[in-house]
């Protein structure tokens, strides 16, 4: 694949072995040919050739909105209407830069004639998925390209090609999600109370790649007199982009399911509804209902299947795009009455067989099997592609190949706004802190890479590896440093993996971290919070109390195993765990 532009041309090669549907995945390798034709009757100065490939990729918006526009009619009066405007924006992702090598004699000039340059280069495992999404008068856009660049000084041209991109799968292990059980007040016409509902979920992992199905277990107690018509499971994608304040947004529900009645949804007669109201229920045991939940829920009697289909993009948190996926859990009771729901966020990644080599996404056909992933050690010359039509393989002057394994990505950058559409000709922005070495030491700094990064979680690793960051940030961090740090992680499913690495290099990690990142962190992590986090409190014996305190019944509930595992297992003292970790 390639396109050309007088004289310039580049061809990338197909994916690796396997990889089908030309779409690459984040952390493989590129390889192709940048093609050059000199005309008859020119020679050419390397130097003033200059040649480069260079990988971009970037977000991209563009945003419709109405304004008030004042004016003055024929009569002179005046008046106002409201007009329609464009807004555009764009944040570069990655940009990677690679020298081709000289073709030709050393020191000479390019003679007419044609020149092929091979190249090869790996791209940053980190980046997200390619998409494209309209709505709204407007479109937002995740987009790769290779370009074949030169100095101004010749010819003024570059060619590029689409790279189609798929981010790599999370490394973590699955986040499951249990929705606390919740009483609704049966309300008919806003005025007659019915009784009640209580209802709970567990879904067995909210990070899920297309193709897969979500589990969702639902367990209810139906002590109302209204009927419980359905209970229905849904996904609902939100696609909102913006610049500056205003915003475009799409909105669909890509898959839904019901759940089976079972004997607990049937409702009781008014007598027992006004004899439960005699029992003064506000003064029955809490615990023993969400017990029987409990219970309920991990026998999974009650089963719904949702299968994510390859039409959904992947969720995402970007300066100018967010993608986010929901599970609403409905009943549905007749018209008239109160409908309970609940909604458990969901994230829509890379199937995680694709790194394994036995699947590869695809955003309008279902996965194709591939042999697992084996990119060429870098010592590996690149293959040079075909050629142009109408090139003669004898007449084609080949550079050496070209592959700089120590290139290093600039990842991220600021969202720069305007009123025209971006042009990819449009220089680059500055290296954000994160890629310079000049930049400071400091939780400050700390924070800002966070923010501008692409991904959260790969940022904090390598600075893990870093001793200086490790003895001068990490090391000290208080409990209100660390929910500073969680809270500047957009997405957040990556929230518990940035807390559970930077727990270990904490020196005094204690309950006081826990309790912080509790009172940060939304609802639906808690109980996550609490389980990832537990192993490295120094001071668990002494404050496990200060901990529980901050828990509803529910989570106290859920975490009762994790509490007693920590203290069985010695793990109290966090010393020797903490340091098996960080070896």
């Known amino acids: ?124 495992g980190q980046i997200p998925t390619s998409m494209e999404n309209s709505g709204d008068g407007g479109y937002c856009r995740i987009r790769y390209k290779l370009e ?14 689409a790279v189609p991109i798929l981010a790599e799968s999370p490394s973590s292990e699955p986040i499951g999600s249990t929705v606390e059980p919740v009483t609704e007040r049966i309300m008919f016409c806003c005025c007659f109370h019915r009784g009640d509902i209580t209802f709970a979920a567990k879904v067995d992992d909210t990070r899920k790649g297309r193709g897969e199905s979500v589990r969702i277990d639902f367990a209810s107690k139906n002590e109302s007199v209204a009927e419980i018509q359905y ?25 839904s ?12 007669t008014k007598e027992e509804l ?93 996965p194709s099997e591939l042999t697992p992933l084996a990119p060429p050690p870098p010592s590996t010359p690149p293959t040079p592609s075909a050629p142009p039509a109408g090139w003669e393989e004898a007449e084609i002057i080949y550079a050496p190949p070209a592959h700089d394994p120590a290139a290093a990505p600039v990842l991220g950058g600021t969202a720069v706004s305007g009123t025209a559409e971006d042009e990819w000709d449009v220089a680059p922005s500055a290296p954000p802190l994160e890629q310079s070495s000049a930049a400071p030491v400091s939780l400050l700094v700390l924070l800002e890479k966070i923010e501008m990064s692409v991904h ?18 990490f090391r000290a961090l208080t409990p209100h440093d660390l929910a500073q740090i969680v809270q500047r992680v957009t997405m957040e499913f990556d ?27 939304s609802e639906w992590t808690r109980i996550r919070a609490v389980q990832r986090l537990l192993p490295f409190c120094g001071d668990l014996t002494e404050n496990a109390g200060a901990i529980r305190a901050e828990l509803t019944d529910w989570e106290r509930i859920s975490t009762e195993r994790d509490f007693e595992k920590a203290l069985e297992e010695g793990i109290f003292t966090g010393v020797d765990y903490k340091k098996q970790v960080r070896n």
């Open 274 to 366: 006004k004899g439960n109201k005699n029992k003064a229920r506000r003064f029955a045991p809490k615990d023993e209902l969400f017990r029987e939940m409990m219970q309920h829920l991990q026998d999974g009697t009650n089963r719904a299947r949702l299968d994510i289909p390859y039409s959904a993009h992947h969720t995402y948190s970007g300066s100018l795009i967010t993608v986010s996926h929901l599970l609403y859990i409905k009943i549905k009771t007749p018209g008239g009455s109160t409908d309970p729901a609940r909604k458990i966020p969901l994230a829509i990644v890379t199937h995680a067989a694709t790194q394994g080599g036995d699947k590869v996404e695809s955003s309008d056909a279902p």
């Open 495 to 521: 929230q518990m993996d940035v807390a559970g690495a930077i727990a270990p290099a904490i020196e005094s990690f204690a309950a006081a971290h826990v309790v912080y990142l509790l009172r940060t962190v």
């Open 257 to 268: 399911s019901r759940f089976q009645n079972t004997r607990n949804m049937d409702r009781i």
């Open 1 to 124: 694949m390639g396109n050309s532009s007088s004289g310039i041309s580049i061809c990338i090669n197909p994916p690796q072995e396997g990889h089908t549907n030309g779409i690459y995945l984040a952390g493989s390798v590129i390889s192709g040919t940048v093609f050059v034709d000199v005309p008859a009757g020119h020679s050419v100065n390397p130097a003033d050739v200059g040649l480069s490939v260079a990988f971009r990729g970037k977000e991209d918006v563009k945003v419709r909105y109405r304004k008030t526009q004042r004016y003055r009619d024929s009569k002179g009066n005046s008046r106002s209407r409201q007009v329609t405007k464009y807004a555009y924006a764009s944040r570069n992702i990655v940009e990677l830069g690679v020298p081709l090598g000289q073709a030709g004699p050393a020191g000479g000039s390019l003679q007419a004639g044609h020149y092929a340059f091979p190249f090869e280069l790996r791209v940053p």
């Open 231 to 255: 209970v229905e499971a849904s996904i609902r994608e939100t696609c909102r982009w913006r610049v500056g304040g205003k915003t475009n947004a799409t909105n669909r529900v890509i898959a």
């Open 148 to 161: 074949a660049r030169t100095n101004k000084g010749w010819m003024g041209k570059k060619s590029a090609v």
């Open 456 to 473: 959260a979680v790969s940022v904090v690793r390598d600075l893990l590896l870093d001793p200086a960051w490790v003895a001068g940030v």
